[in-house]
């Protein structure tokens, strides 16, 4: 098998909120297709470890905003480089809700759906919720991004990022996707990572303590 086949695939980018008992959040994805109609559905995965992933889990619903070509970088760092076990993305970010209570971005995307899930199978890593879209909406005129602009025009490049810590020792290699946390102080250039499939690039270094 060459996992390189699987770069070929399209997607959007999406940012994925939800909510429980205790916070709303969201996190970024580039998962979601239009799998039914007449009632329209639409199916997305989300890793298991993902603090989303439990708060759909939990409360059923989730608001899917297709993310548009104005996005900046901070942007996504800010939902996909971190979770909301550790943090409250939308304390100082500008927001709305949903029907759901489930919260959306004022600005930098194109549309909006508001889901409810009708199923969930767990793959492993992640889950597969199969959700019914309650209603729909047009954001901007602006064009969506797609996954492939999202590596060619907004992540900044290897070697753009600064290595305060330069001078220890590299022990390790963390996944800046879903946390995954390889041993060795070299990771090889082809590596990807056995939970979210992302290649080496993503991964930042972990230094000795
Ligand atoms: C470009 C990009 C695409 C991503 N795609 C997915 C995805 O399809 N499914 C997923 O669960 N996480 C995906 N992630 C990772 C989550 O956004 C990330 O693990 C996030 O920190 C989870 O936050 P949470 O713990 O608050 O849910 C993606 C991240 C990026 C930057």
């Excluded at 399209?10 to 959040?25: E, M, R």
């Excluded at 729909?136 to 600064?162: Q, R």
Aim: charged share 20%; hydrophobic share 35%.
């Amino acid at each position: 098998m060459d996992p390189k086949a699987l770069f070929s695939l399209s997607y959007g980018v999406f940012i994925l909120g939800s909510h429980d008992n205790t916070k709303i959040n969201a996190c970024v994805t580039n998962t979601c297709m239009q799998v039914a109609a007449n009632p329209t559905r639409i199916a997305i995965t989300v890793i298991n470890q993902n603090y989303t992933c439990g708060q759909i889990k939990e409360c059923g619903t989730f608001a899917l905003s297709v993310l548009d070509k104005s996005v900046t970088f901070p942007t996504i760092e800010h939902f996909g480089f971190h979770s909301g076990r550790d943090t409250d993305k939308f304390a100082s970010f500008p927001y709305s809700l949903d029907a759901n209570g489930n919260p959306y971005l004022n600005d930098q995307i194109c549309a909006l759906f508001t889901c409810k899930v009708i199923s969930s199978t767990d793959l492993g890593t992640h889950t597969l919720f199969v959700a019914e879209i309650e209603d729909s909406k047009v954001m901007s005129d602006k064009a969506p991004l797609t996954y492939a602009d999202y590596h060619k025009d907004i992540k900044p490049k290897p070697g753009a990022e600064k290595m305060e810590d330069s001078g220890k020792k590299i022990v390790g290699w963390r996944c800046k996707i879903c946390g995954y946390e390889y041993e060795g102080a070299e990771l090889p250039s082809d590596f990807e990572c056995p939970i979210c499939g992302h290649p080496a690039e993503d991964f930042e270094p972990i230094y000795e303590s």
